[in-house]
């Protein structure tokens, strides 16, 4: 594995078409954007932020990204930082905010949406929807019945055109 390499663990609760509160059941459309130097001073790991987002952010080989809701969009819900490969999106890290993880979350569906947004990006860049990450080994299975992925050995994985197809046409509906 390369050195440097992080192992994903997020969990796809739930393919929602937005995001939904665990405790209302109400679903919020949901947008994502580029995540900014100002969002920076709410996603620390003082605030419970696993991964150090400053640093994603300082790398110009990654593009960075931010889930919120529609009309809340000062509240990051969840961050995505990818590299676009030549024939492939990488993702390089997955996290949802502190208050979406766990047993008690606020929200589900926010990784979902996120790994939908690679493959947007994906289909967007000529990638016909490859995305490609690596998994800690006790959630491999997971990501193949979630978002039908497909182990390619080791801990890497790889999320085919098909796949893709149903994310992004489950999260985006242009």
Not at 18 to 44: A, E, M, Q, W, Y
Not at 86 to 91: A, L, N
Request: with cysteine.
């Amino acid at each position: 594995m390369a050195k440097g390499t992080v192992l994903l663990d997020f969990n796809v609760d739930d393919l929602t078409n937005s995001i939904r509160n665990t405790v209302s059941g109400d679903s919020f459309p949901t947008i994502v954007t580029n995540l900014t130097k100002t969002d920076l001073k709410n996603v620390t790991k003082k605030q419970g932020w696993n991964f150090d987002w400053r640093a994603e952010l300082k790398n110009d080989r990654l593009e960075v990204y931010k889930l919120t809701i529609t009309n809340n969009p000062g509240i990051v819900q969840g961050i995505i930082s990818v590299s676009l490969e030549p024939d492939h999106i990488f993702m390089k890290l997955l996290e949802g905010a502190p208050f979406n993880v766990g047993k008690n979350k606020l929200y589900e569906g926010v990784a979902g949406n996120l790994v939908a947004y690679a493959c947007k990006l994906s289909f967007m860049n000529g990638y016909e929807g490859f995305v490609a990450f690596s998994a800690k080994t006790n959630l491999i299975q997971h990501y193949e019945r979630t978002l039908g992925a497909y182990h390619f050995g080791g801990h890497k994985m790889i999320i085919p055109t098909e796949s893709s197809r149903k994310l992004v046409e489950r999260y985006f509906k242009e």
